[in-house]
């Protein structure tokens, strides 16, 4: 049961109102290959990286399981680097600097010993790369989720709507549906979307918690109340790599499962926010994820009794 | 097993981006005792109302098992009313005209026929008439549900402090739990406020839930997500009736029974919005409150097994 993982694997500088880093090691496909580690093996990584990039954190994801033959090794580059500062809500980032650097090049190859995998996750990158890796597959895996952002809804958004008939899974944040549909209401904009080609749509909406959407069926899970978001970068690829983590151990793609997969998807992203960039996942173990799962199954269980 | 619900009758004039009213029965008791009364019986209505409030209103109220015996009428004033206008995310709201009228003399008397009620809901007054009320009885109440809002921190924060060490239950919104504590987590938030007295505090967040905290425990209740909010008019209150009136019906104050409490409101809410005032409310059936509880059943159940 093998995933592959396309994102970067970059270099951030964070700050928070609760503290900063110059530089710690970030990237879509870092924190998907981190959360999914926990529950599926191998997972077949595919990104591009500089001159810069440390060897102990391609050794640490090789030691969780993580093939990393399809990750590109640029010699006379840095690796991709961004810079930002959120604001007190957290919600909200200015970016501060972009440096594509590695990433103006990046033209994915999926290694032939990739071939086969029945889970595929694409990160968030331009529409003309996501499509590049499906058409690379010779056979298409059982499921295919991809992540996007506003920025490919401005520059490429003809790619994105072809890309959208050829997924299963959409992962969106709220503001992003509504600018993909033009309508405010999220049961409206996703029921739009659901006639663009995903047959499932989720909706990331922060400290509010996801909601998965399929046919008329709707999930939600809330976000797990914490004390402080710490650092929210990388909160959403850890959900993403949490959740088809989860669905590609339990091999099981039912509306149903997925739900689980959603619980399990918020409880890792729990874990990302406590510190900078992937520490805390680095750290985590097993039974500290069974119990941040029983969190949430106490924060949202209840009985009613109407019979009286 | 009687309510005492205090609180506003009024009439509001309200435009939302689907329509527009020019005059339309609204109050935070009136939306209660609507709600209430799906539950419990009977539900002790204080409030005050002008020479223009229908008899229709009240007789439909009594017919639902309202006593209106402490519901002055004021012969020679109009009611209280409102006009307000919504943005399109229905989440803030300008006030464009707010009529006391008879409200400026609201001095609640509570009829003999009230003493002994169990249960008793503030609705958002000011401070000294809601103590007024806690005052008048002569034995203290099973439970006491305070709502207040912004206005009052700002200008009687004194008073609402006071009233903190005298109730069971607090309702407020996210920004009033922060402007209450100036703390910005709401987890840190809820914290200091279960220090001022409260043993139990419910925060709404409108289109994203509500969430009841208490000592160290925590729920958090979906909003039901809806195709379109026509008209959040009267939401919060017909939460906090469907709420407390839940509660008396079952006779449990436990905060297992309190989740369920938070789900009944908040599927009595999710009714209130969908036409202009209290219209939903007056036509809803059992039936439909049922099958509105049985779907946020399925919009949070989930079943996770990690055993592999």
Redesign the interface.
Known sequence: MSLIVVGTMAYDAIETPFGKTDRIVGGSATYAAYAASFFVKPIQQISIVGNDFEEAIMEDLRERGVMTDGVEVVSDKPSFFWSGKYH??MNTRDTLITDLNVLADFKPVVPESYQGAEFLMLGNLSPDIQKSVIEQLRERPKLIILDTMNFWMEIALEGLLENLKLIDVLLVNDSEARQLTGE?????A?RKILTMGPKYLIIK?GE??A?LFHGD??????AL????VFDPTGAGDTFAGGFIGYLA??KDISF?NM??A???GSAMASFCVEKFGPTRLQELTREE??ER?QEF??????????S?
Do not use: R, W
């Open positions: 007190l809500d405010f209401s999220m049961v409206k996703a909406k509010h918690g909601m069926h709707v999930f939600y899970a809330p109340p914490l004390e402080d151990n339990t149903n739900k689980s959603i619980i399990v994820l069974e799962i199954v106490d924060l949202v269980q209840f009985e009613i009794d109407l009286q």
